[in-house]
């Protein structure tokens, strides 16, 4: 068995879906703690930039060979450790849901990170309510899409099957973003049950922030 290391932020939501994804498939590893809060900004350090030159979170460490990127690494765990399996068999299912996943990671996430928000508060001195209502209106954008494509498949336990996979491994962070950032979530009744269900199993709950957040 490789040793495997996840240098991670406990609020930092790409880290927090690789810590799920780990959870899932049984894997054993060590969480190294980055502290990317304003202030610390320890991804800028020269010992960390030398892990990971784009300088962010989570960087994967696996028998001295490293890398960033959270949805590819999910990819490469999927590939590496096939059970349980993240994505379906089917192409056409696949697809659907890593169009689902996409849409958090490549379109809502990255305009709410931290690197983001500071442009706000600093270059363009947004005050905090605008930084705020920037925030949730990219959520709300998103999420608007995503109940859609989720109700698609409301019978299922999960957002596309009776496992979670890939998806609910990336709107699991998400909800939790968009709580912190006090959205209102009323209008995406699927996603937020989808959201209750993955809360109920273990590799979702030992992966939380509060659960992993450095005492």
């Known amino acids: 068995m490789s040793e495997i290391k996840l240098h991670d932020f406990w609020r930092s939501s790409a880290a ?5 994804a780990l959870n899932l498939k049984g894997l ?3 969480s190294t703690p980055v502290n990317i809060a304003p202030g610390a900004d320890e991804q800028f ?3 960390y930039r030398a892990l990971n030159p784009q300088m962010r ?3 994967l460490e696996v028998d001295g060979r490293r890398s960033g990127q959270s949805m590819a690494i999910l990819e490469w765990l999927d590939e590496t450790y096939p059970e349980p399996p993240l994505l379906p068999s089917g192409p056409w299912a696949r697809l659907e849901v890593r169009a689902f996943a996409d849409i958090i990671a490549c379109d809502i996430h990255p305009l709410n990170n931290l690197s983001v928000l500071k442009t706000l508060r600093e270059d363009l001195k947004a005050d905090a309510d605008a930084v705020n209502d920037w925030y949730r209106d990219w959520i709300i954008r998103g999420f608007t899409a995503l109940e859609k494509m989720a109700q698609a498949h409301k019978d299922a336990a999960f957002l596309f099957g009776d496992a979670p996979g890939l998806a609910d491994v990336c709107l699991v962070p998400q909800v939790y973003n968009a709580r912190r950032y006090e959205t209102d979530l009323s209008q995406f009744p ?4 989808v959201d209750a269900a ?3 199993i273990d590799a979702f709950a030992r992966a939380a922030p509060e659960a ?4």
């Open 212 to 215: 992993v957040k450095p005492r």
């Open 28 to 30: 054993d590893y060590s």
């Open 45 to 47: 350090r020269d010992g």
């Open 190 to 193: 699927r996603l937020v049950e």
């Open 198 to 200: 993955c809360q109920k």
């Open 57 to 59: 979170v989570p960087t």
């Open 16 to 20: 927090y879906r690789l810590r799920i």
